[in-house]
């Protein structure tokens, strides 16, 4: 499998999203301090060069990392085992791929867009039905503002609409939410963009 877009940046020399894990990760590891269980497996939907995926793994979560850069999965995997850290990455396209267990954690960060429309709900189901009770997903989207000129770098994305994000958790326990604005770098060319990020718990049980 392969993105030309990801596939032509991954193959470049050094690491084209840097090696400091996501603000949401960062965000996610915090606020699960506070939870009364620990998470211990993780699926990082769209891992890229595994910047996330190799932060969750020191921090003692067993990581599957999917991407559907083959480029971006081999330099993940080469990056992860020069570091010492054990985590599995793998190719698949977060548009079809079915998680075989349920996991504790499904977390994914700058992906989402590539999520058609048409197909979003489902897949939203398919990822909830198979995170564990008391589970937890944190997310973000692009979400497009009237003030923000729209720069597109990769055509196949389709934003979210403002909110759209939050409506998937509807039955679950919002432990963050909210609107972020900041520069990209991402295509080389500094932009203005919004993202809608939301990090929820499944419910123990449903009443
Ligand atoms: C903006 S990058 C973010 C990478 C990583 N999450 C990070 O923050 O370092 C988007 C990633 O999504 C991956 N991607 C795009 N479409 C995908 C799809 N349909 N299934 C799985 N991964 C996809 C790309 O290959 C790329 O690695």
Request: proline share 7%; net charge positive.
């Amino acid at each position: 499998m392969s993105e030309p877009i990801y596939d032509e940046r991954y193959a470049r020399p050094g690491l084209y999203w840097g090696s400091k894990p996501t603000g949401l990760a960062r965000d996610l590891v915090r606020i699960v301090r506070s939870l009364p269980r620990r998470p211990r497996t993780l699926v990082d939907l769209g891992s890229g060069e595994g910047r996330d995926s190799i932060y969750f793994a020191r921090r003692g979560y067993r990581v599957l990392g999917l991407d559907i850069s083959s480029v971006g999965v081999r330099k993940a995997g080469q990056r992860a085992r020069r570091l010492g850290v054990n985590v599995r990455f793998v190719v698949g396209d977060i548009r079809t791929y079915r998680l075989k267990h349920r996991v504790d954690v499904v977390f994914s960060s700058g992906v989402l867009n590539n999520l058609p429309r048409r197909i979003r709900a489902a897949r939203f189901e398919h990822f909830q039905a198979n995170t564990a009770p008391g589970g937890i997903h944190a997310m973000n989207a692009d979400v497009p503002k009237p003030y923000i000129p729209r720069q597109t770098t990769n055509p196949q994305a389709t934003p979210f609409r403002s909110g759209e994000l939050l409506g998937y958790y509807g039955d679950w326990q919002i432990l963050d939410s909210g609107q972020v604005e900041f520069v990209s770098r991402s295509g080389g060319v500094p932009h203005r963009k919004a993202m809608d990020v939301v990090i929820a718990r499944k419910p123990e049980s449903t009443s």
